[in-house]
T-cell receptor, first 111, second 113 residues
Framework: QKEVEQNSGPLSVPEGAIASLNCTYS??????FFWYRQYSGKSPELIMF????GDKEDGRFTAQLNKASQYVSLLIRDSQPSDSATYLC???????????FGTGTQLKVEL | GAGVSQSPRYKVAKRGQDVALRCDPI?????LFWYQQALGQGPEFLTY????????KSGLPSDRFFAERPEGSVSTLKIQRTQQEDSAVYLC???????????FGDGTRLSIL
């Protein structure tokens, strides 16, 4: 079992729709969770982080965390073509210092 | 202020050569991290510094990889006797402290011929 699992996609959604990206993790000790966006040929860009169970909203983005189920998700409302990228889920592991990344989900927002 | 700065952006080396990759973190960031990203994969942890102390080097793939941060600011990742499998993007990230959000530099794309 991989430490962090994401559906590689591509996930295709029409412009204006809600994109839902999911992630499961194996380290029950993880307390902090991060979502990064990575455009092709670019470096990861932090877009959301969440520490507590429940939802956290920031603009069009909502992160959801369920530690009991070891599940974290990212919702993108009113998806735009500029949201087309790979989204990387990364819990802090190893005692809370290093990020362990999934392989990422490729999102395509179609006109 | 400025973000994380990495140099060079691209590096081509022949197999067997030594290379050195530089990272200048965000000013005031105590923690510095190196990651390696292969094509189509997520970044993989290499090593972690808090100030000048290297607290975790569990991700370094072999003893050919060496990292330092002597004054607690700029860090250098050195790879000796490079091999083709070392070809990847090397990402540096920094954060205010160990558990805080990490911000990445643009990376160094290393190609070993």
């Amino acid at each position: 079992q991989k430490e962090v699992e994401q559906n590689s996609g591509p996930l295709s959604v029409p412009e204006g729709a809600i994109a839902s990206l999911n992630c499961t993790y194996s380290d029950r000790g993880s307390q902090s969770f991060f979502w990064y966006r990575q455009y092709s040929g670019k470096s990861p860009e932090l877009i959301m982080f969440i520490y507590s169970n429940g939802d956290k909203e920031d603009g069009r983005f909502t992160a959801q965390l369920n530690k009991a189920s070891q599940y974290v998700s990212l919702l993108i409302r009113d998806s735009q073509p500029s949201d087309s990228a790979t989204y990387l889920c990364a819990p802090l592991t190893g005692g809370g210092n290093k990020l362990t990344f999934g392989t990422g989900t490729q999102l395509k927002v179609e006109l | 202020g400025a973000g994380v700065s990495q140099s060079p952006r691209y590096k081509v080396a022949k197999r067997g050569q030594d290379v050195a990759l530089r990272c200048d973190p965000i000013s005031g960031h105590v923690s510095l991290f190196w990651y390696q990203q292969a094509l189509g994969q997520g970044p993989e942890f290499l090593t972690y510094f808090q100030n000048e102390a290297q607290l975790d080097k569990s991700g370094l793939p072999s003893d050919r990889f060496f990292a330092e941060r002597p004054e607690g600011s700029v860090s250098t990742l050195k790879i000796q006797r490079t091999q083709q499998e070392d070809s990847a993007v090397y990402l540096c990230a920094s954060s205010l402290d160990g558990g805080q959000p990490q911000h990445f530099g643009d990376g160094t794309r290393l190609s070993i011929l």
